[in-house]
């Protein structure tokens, strides 16, 4: 692979037939794995590869995924109720309407409080699907200009429910 270099651009380039002199870029969408924050970077075009126009004043915006890096407490009890903490990159940054989902696709969403100071995000463990004990993967979504942001399976954290004692325990 490459190692990203300082100075490095973006072109995009395409051949067009007779009559085909306008190409429009409506939407872009750049992935990568790296946790990186959101940013504004400018862009310049070119129709040869070497004279660039002068750089958009609003230039591209990079919006990064939400990403858990940690959860604690780590476990709490199927019936649910334990709060947790939940540490990661993009919590911020114009996010809104936070929200945690402890399970796979059909597991409920329970909302979160993002702390300013800290950047943590807060929320409650709902109960787990069936009351089965066992270890659930730890999403976050939210909202940012519009659109929904969602952890995706290597930006998720863990979490891990508990038998619940019994009375004579």
Known sequence: GYAAQLGWRLALSAAAGEGYG????????LRTDAGVYNATLPVALSLNGQQYSPAAESGFEYTAHPTVVSVEPRSG???????????????????????????????????????AGT???ACTTPPSLGAVSGRVNVSVELMRH????????????????????????
């Open 22 to 29: 306008r190409l429009w870029v409506r939407k872009l969408r």
């Open 77 to 115: 009890p199927v019936h649910g109720g334990t709060r947790v903490l939940i540490s990661g990159l993009a919590f911020a940054d114009g996010g809104s309407a936070h929200r945690c989902r402890f399970g796979g696709a059909g597991a409920s969403l329970v909302n979160a409080t993002r702390h």
């Open 119 to 121: 950047g943590l995000l």
């Open 146 to 169: 519009g659109q929904l942001q969602v952890s995706e399976g290597h930006e998720q954290g863990v979490f891990v429910y508990t038998p619940a004692l019994s009375a004579a325990d």
